[in-house]
């Protein structure tokens, strides 16, 4: 099965510092999303690229966040300086062309603690 | 801001009975999703429903899009400890735009 895969599974880190998460789509996807998802608010949107451009980071705090697609093959996110409140579970998608029939395909989420 | 309101937020019932799942907005999706996520993985992809007063079955999972195309329902027949999870609608406002989720529904199935 195609999967999407994100590095690290877990980080635990200390207040600014800088992190940075990894997502290699699904091969043949062209659009990707990094999603965050806490108890309190849910999974919410902080970007999405299509055909590696960036469609969307009005979710994303500009201040401290970024997200880039240097490649087809590679998304990364990243946090500098990271606070205690950027502790999450970080998830980035992926999907194809006909998203609104197949979905979009999730990886299994960076896990982040900032201490 | 577009909302997408899920009810309940949590659910716990007995195995063998029915539940059901509402998610509603205020505006009009162009297509609307159902995920189940599983602790320590990412959402996975249950339905996607586009037209109006559509209904799809998956075995004793029955999802609905109402004639409006502004709510849907997940109805489980039956619900086994198999089907504890988290359950999360997602929709687009417009094709070929982003996807929005819903707070959730953590139902919890016991034996």
């Known amino acids: 099965d195609a999967r999407v895969t994100q590095t690290p599974r877990h980080k635990v880190t200390e207040m600014g510092q800088e992190v940075t998460m990894r997502c290699q789509p699904i091969?043949?996807?062209?659009?990707v999303f990094w999603y965050r998802q806490t108890m309190m608010q849910g999974l919410e949107l902080l970007a999405y690229?299509?055909?590696?451009?960036?469609?969307?980071d009005s979710g994303m705090p500009k201040d401290r966040f970024s997200a880039e697609m240097p490649d087809a093959t590679l998304a990364t996110l990243k946090i500098q300086p990271s606070e205690p409140r950027d502790s999450a579970v970080y998830f980035c998608?992926?999907?194809?062309?006909?998203?609104?029939?197949?979905?979009?395909?999730f990886g299994s989420g960076t896990r982040l603690t900032v201490v | 801001t577009q909302l997408l309101e899920q009810s309940p937020q949590f659910l716990s019932i007995q195995e063998g009975e029915n539940l059901t799942v509402y998610c509603n907005s205020s505006?009009?999706?162009?297509?609307l999703q159902w995920y189940r996520q599983e602790p320590g993985e990412g959402p996975v992809l249950l339905v996607t429903?586009?037209?109006?007063?559509e209904v799809k079955k998956l075995k004793r999972l029955t999802f609905q899009f109402g004639d409006a195309r502004k709510d849907s329902s997940l109805h489980i027949t039956a619900a086994q400890t198999g089907d504890t999870g988290l359950y999360l609608c997602?929709?687009?406002?417009?094709?070929?735009?982003?996807?929005?989720f819903g707070q959730g529904t953590e139902l919890s199935v016991k034996p």
């Open positions: 998608a992926s999907g194809a062309d006909r998203v609104d029939r197949d979905g979009y395909t």
């Open positions: 091969l043949g996807h062209n659009t």
């Open positions: 690229f299509r055909n590696r451009a960036p469609l969307d």
């Open positions: 505006s009009v999706f162009s297509s």
């Open positions: 429903v586009v037209t109006g007063g």
């Open positions: 997602a929709g687009r406002y417009n094709q070929g735009g982003k996807l929005i």
